[in-house]
Every structure is written in structure tokens, then in C-alpha cells.
């Protein structure tokens, strides 16, 4: 008989394509991978996987049965979600992915309704940049993952995936107080043009979005500085070593020493939950749409961004008016750069 947890051992090394990186991604130790392919070694009677130079590869069994195990664990979550409609109430474990302002400017709100609604569920929040979240959602990692775009560079999801909007956040510019601009509300980019900028880390999505858009005002882009955390921004404009975009969420109070100018052409962002579109029945994934949305909406009434649409609030409506891309406690938080 085969063991269902050894199967999803399997899947992971499968994705991953090491012993390591399947044992981060289940968030086990790579000595249990081991022994789960050791067992299932020996439950099949066939050798599963070789060395090749430093690392391993699937033998022509280990392919076969890997995937074989990643149809089998799809039925699964198909049979996980009949099973949560047929009870009327999420249970279970529901895995979270959020980029930096939304896991600080959403996800506390959400989280917290959905422990007071759902006291059944489990929510595990993690960390992770759109790079990472959106792959992790593809590979089972993730059940749902709130990404964003810009409004002039969309994200490419692949296909399988599901989206709902979520919020549009609106951003700004922020510029030391002694800045020749500091007394406007508004400008435009292109008054920034003998700007120093500081910048995300260069190759991250939100970096190159900068560059093409400064570029497409007819701007070179001066980068001084580079950081991937807001407030680590913030301090280098409040410093007087350049300006930065500022985007509304979960930004926090101003620091000293920054002002914050609009763009009158208006920059902002999009943002999202995605996931399996073989999950969309899943009544837990209906009510953490529904709860990022009410979060969504708090965070537009408290100054921030604009609900991306006012009149789907509710978790059922979400997940009908969802886009297929392509074709309870919250714990655990593991910390990346900052969008």
C-alpha cells in the first residue's frame, strides 16, 4: 500500500529537484525526507532515486511514481474541498504566502477574522516576495498567495492558478523635507529627473517596474542606493541621499525628515490572491478572499489604498468573480525583502 505522506515526500524532491530544497519547502528536515524515500523505497521494491555528481535525480521508477503521486495528490485537495462544501465550514490548514506591506498591512486584520469566524482553522502566514509565492501556490506549497503588479507591468501567472482582486494601492514619492519640492502636494515624474533614486535591489520585479517607468517618461534613472525594506528607504530619503516611491500600505507614520509628494498621473499598484484553480471549491480559500478583502477595505478607510471593488466583499463572490490565469492562528513567518 502506498503511503500518502511518502507520495507528497516524493512530489517535493519531484518539484524541488533536490533533497534540501523538497525538505525546506515541506518544512521538515532532510534527514525525514530521507527516510520517507528510504520507506517508500522499500514499499515499491525499486530503487526511486540515483546520485548524480553532488546531487540526486529520479530514477525512471522514481519519475513514473512521482508522477503518478502528483495526480494523485490533486485528487486529493479536489476530495479536501468536496469534503469542506459538504461540511459548510473551513477546516483544516490553510497555507499563506504575502509580500512584505501586505503581510503587515492585510493579513493581521484577515488573520484575525478569520480565527474569530473559523475557529476550526488553521492559518499558516509566510513571507514571500511574488517570485517565490506565486511558484509555491503552483507546487502545493501554498494554498493562496497575495502577489501584486504595477499598473503599467503586469505579473504573468502561469496557467492552473485562479486570481481575485483585492486592492488598488496607490503610491508616492517620497523626498527629503529639504527637497526643492517639499512644499507641493503633487508633481509630476518627470520633475524628478535630476533625482537621485534609491531603489529596490537590482533584478527584483519592482526595480525593473521603476526602471521602465521612469525610462518611459523619457528619465534615465539615477540609482544611488538600493534596499529592500521601506523603512530602510525612508531613512536613506530622510538622510537626503535620494528620493523613492512610496507606496500607501501598510507604510506606517512618515519618518522625520521625509515629505510625501502625489503623482498626478498617478502610480499604483494592483494586488491580488491567487490559487489552484483545483482549489476553487475549497471553503477556506472562499473565506480568506473574503476576509482580505474586508481587510482591503479597512486599510482604504484608515487612508490607504482603494478597494480594487467595493461590491465583492463576500467570499462566495470573490471566488465567482475570480480570473483563471493562463488556461485558526496564524504562525510562522519567514522574512524576505520588502514590497
Known amino acids: 500500500m502506498l503511503n500518502l505522506d511518502r507520495l507528497r515526500t516524493l512530489d517535493a524532491v519531484a518539484r524541488h529537484g533536490s533533497i534540501s530544497a523538497a525538505a525546506a519547502g515541506l518544512h521538515v528536515t532532510t534527514s525525514a525526507v530521507s527516510q520517507q524515500l528510504g520507506k517508500l523505497e522499500r514499499d515499491t521494491g525499486q530503487r526511486l532515486l540515483a546520485r548524480n555528481g553532488r546531487g540526486i535525480r529520479l530514477t525512471d521508477a522514481g519519475r513514473l511514481l512521482a508522477e503518478h503521486a502528483a495526480r494523485i495528490l ?75 503588479d504595477w499598473y503599467n507591468k503586469p505579473l504573468s501567472l502561469p496557467g492552473g492558478l485562479t486570481k481575485a482582486p483585492l486592492l488598488d494601492d496607490p503610491a508616492d514619492v517620497a523626498i ?39 525610462r518611459g517618461k523619457g528619465i534615465e534613472p539615477r540609482v544611488s542606493h538600493m534596499a529592500g525594506e521601506h523603512h530602510t528607504q525612508l531613512a536613506l530619503v530622510a538622510a537626503g541621499l535620494g528620493v523613492a516611491v512610496a507606496p500607501r500600505l501598510g507604510r506606517g507614520p ?36 473574503a476576509a482580505l478583502r474586508r481587510s482591503a477595505a479597512g486599510a482604504r478607510d484608515t487612508g490607504g489604498a482603494d478597494t480594487a471593488d467595493e461590491d465583492t466583499a463576500v467570499a462566495d463572490t470573490a471566488v465567482a468573480d475570480a480570473d483563471t490565469a493562463g488556461g485558526g492562528a496564524a504562525e510562522g513567518s519567514a522574512v524576505g525583502g520588502e514590497r
Request: one cysteine or more; glycine letters at 8%.
Open 74 to 148: 490533486s485528487q486529493v485537495e479536489l476530495a479536501q474541498a468536496d469534503l469542506e462544501a459538504r461540511a459548510g465550514q473551513p477546516v483544516g490548514e490553510l497555507r499563506i504566502g504575502a509580500f512584505p506591506t501586505a503581510a503587515r498591512g492585510l493579513l493581521p486584520a484577515a488573520l484575525r477574522t478569520l480565527r474569530g469566524e473559523h475557529p476550526r482553522l488553521r492559518v499558516r502566514l509566510r513571507e514571500l516576495e511574488p517570485d517565490d509565492a506565486v511558484p509555491g501556490t503552483v507546487r502545493g506549497d501554498l494554498d493562496l498567495a497575495v502577489v501584486l
Open 176 to 214: 527629503p523635507a529639504g527637497h526643492r519640492l517639499a512644499g507641493r502636494d503633487e508633481a509630476d515624474l518627470e520633475d524628478f529627473a535630476g533625482d537621485e533614486w534609491v531603489s529596490w535591489p537590482q533584478g527584483e520585479f519592482c526595480h525593473d517596474w521603476l526602471m521602465l517607468t521612469l
Open 254 to 289: 512618515v519618518p522625520e525628515g521625509v515629505r510625501m509628494v502625489r503623482v498626478r498621473s498617478g502610480m499604483r499598484r494592483h494586488i491580488y490572491a491567487v490559487w489552484r484553480a483545483d482549489a476553487d471549491r475549497r471553503s477556506a480559500i472562499r473565506a480568506a478572499v
